[in-house]
């Protein structure tokens, strides 16, 4: 016995060196995970491009001219609704619901508009190419404001003249009730789209150039709205720096180790990359459909409608070349790899942004993370997706992770409020 006794304690010690080794060394990363993780960094995030098809993409003056069109809610039909119904500052601009709610419900979740400057397609299915041709969509969609663009001008006419001129110059005259109706647009309701048929082709046009322009500056808005620095960004400031106590702040180990699974075994950089988290593609992951809605197809409709979109960058309306609207030209416009494909949203901010997916159909992270556990068919065409053998806790380092990435919105405290 006497014998054994330090026999058991040496096997201890060296039992106890191996696992101080082990940790140790699984909290250091490799040189190739370092410039992995750099690349997920806020700090990646290069300049914002120019938008061509966009003259007053930074525009000043637009930005607090769409600052204000994004809150008011008399651009709709009932007075009630704008942008930030659904848009909400204080829940990351998106608004808590599974199907958006404006003058009806739409058939798909709020997406956030925090950082979407950066992304070549806006929408789920990505089927509007600039961020002033996506603007226009909700205005006349007959389920979110459900107004009309002639609707708009008059409202633009009487409320905003002086600042709408000061930027874009003169406003017609829209005041003739007999040429330009106090509705009228290429809308749902039959007697909206009866009135704009009516129009002489000159008439329309100017309306929708006044219509156009409102676009422009909420999207100069939407340009200034970037997602903050979160916990994540400060342990690799932290890493890069090799300051060891700032990256034990940063992050617990539980939320560590879940971003050595994020980037390893469970591989989700894969679409999730470059400091957005999202890659800007589109993927079929196989989500159910929702209770009660159709099939969707995602990106399969997606393409065709932007490449057939009155407001695209190759559009008359836009103020591009064709030289730049290479995106749109080259685009993937057919293939079974776009049925039911979703463009990955940003993951930044997305433990304050439930539910979750493309109609909200997961309320919790830990559902999402079932999900990529074990992937099912797809309602059409063919999940991406491999079962990923994750075990309970793996999935909720992976979600710890996730709520590391919370760092609010970047923009001037003043645009996060109505005017
Ligand atoms: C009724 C609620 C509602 C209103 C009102 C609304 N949105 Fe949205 N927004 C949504 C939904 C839902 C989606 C996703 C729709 C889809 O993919 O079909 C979305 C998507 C977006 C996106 C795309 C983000 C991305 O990553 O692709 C932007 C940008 C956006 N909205 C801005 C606006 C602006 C600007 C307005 C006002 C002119 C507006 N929204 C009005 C609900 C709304
Ligand atoms: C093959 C590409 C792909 C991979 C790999 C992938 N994702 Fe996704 N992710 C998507 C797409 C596409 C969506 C939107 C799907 C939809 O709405 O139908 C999405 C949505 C999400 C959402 C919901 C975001 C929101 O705002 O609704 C979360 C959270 C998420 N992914 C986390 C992860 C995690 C964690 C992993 C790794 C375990 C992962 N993803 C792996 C493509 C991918």
Redesign the pocket.
């Known amino acids: 016995m006497k014998r054994i006794l330090p026999l058991i304690g040496g096997i201890l010690l060296i039992a106890a060196a191996i696992g101080v080794w082990s940790v140790t060394r699984s909290a250091a990363w490799s040189e190739e995970e370092k410039s992995t993780l750099s690349g997920l960094w806020i700090g990646s995030l290069p300049a914002l491009q120019p938008d061509p098809s966009n003259a007053y993409a930074d525009d000043t003056q637009a930005a607090e001219f769409g600052h204000e069109l994004f809150f008011d809610t008399r651009f709709s039909s009932t007075g009630e609704v704008s942008c930030a119904t659904c848009h909400l500052p204080e829940l990351m601009f998106?608004d808590g619901e599974s199907l958006a709610q404006g003058v009806g419900t739409t058939d798909r979740?709020t997406?956030?508009i925090i950082g979407t400057a950066y992304s070549p397609w806006q929408f789920?299915d990505g089927r509007k190419d600039s961020q002033w041709a996506q603007a226009l969509a909700p205005l006349e969609s007959a389920v979110e404001h459900g107004g009309t663009r002639a609707q708009y001008v008059h409202l633009i006419s009487e409320f905003y003249r002086e600042e709408y001129e000061a930027i874009f110059g003169p406003l017609p005259d829209f005041s003739d009730p007999e040429r330009f109706p106090i509705s009228a647009g290429p809308v749902d309701d039959p007697a909206a789209r009866a009135a704009w048929e009516a129009m002489t082709q000159a008439d329309r046009d100017a309306v929708t150039q006044v219509f156009v322009n409102m676009g422009k500056a909420i999207a100069a808005y939407e340009r200034l709205i970037m997602p903050g620095p979160a916990r994540f960004d400060l342990y690799v400031d932290a890493l890069l720096k090799d300051d060891k106590p700032a990256m034990k702040t940063a992050l617990t180990e539980d939320e560590v180790a879940g971003l050595r699974?994020?980037i390893g075994k469970?591989?989700?950089?894969?679409?999730?990359n470059g400091p957005l988290?999202?890659?800007n593609?589109?993927?079929?992951?196989?989500?159910p459909t929702a209770q009660n809605l159709p099939l969707?197809d995602?990106r399969a409709s997606g393409v065709i409608l932007v490449l057939a979109d009155e407001f695209n960058c190759l559009s008359p309306w836009s103020d591009a070349g064709d030289s730049d609207c290479a995106e749109l030209r080259f685009v993937t416009s057919a293939g079974e790899q776009l049925a039911?494909?979703?463009?990955?949203?940003?993951?930044r901010n997305?433990a304050e942004?439930?539910?979750?997916?493309?109609?909200?159909?997961?309320a919790t992270?830990e559902d999402?993370?079932a999900h990529?556990?074990h992937p099912p068919v797809s309602p059409i065409g063919h999940n991406?997706?491999d079962p990923?053998g994750?075990t309970p806790r793996e999935m909720a380092q992976?979600?710890a992770?996730?709520g590391a990435l919370s760092g609010g919105v970047d923009a001037p405290p003043e645009l996060l409020q109505a005017p």
Do not use: R, S
């Open positions: 998106t979740k997406m956030t789920w699974l994020f469970a591989n989700c950089i894969q679409c999730h988290f999202t890659n593609d589109f993927h079929n992951t196989g989500v969707d995602g039911a494909a979703f463009k990955p949203p940003t993951l997305v942004t439930a539910p979750y997916m493309h109609a909200g159909q997961f992270l999402v993370l990529y556990n991406e997706l990923l994750l992976i979600v992770f996730l």
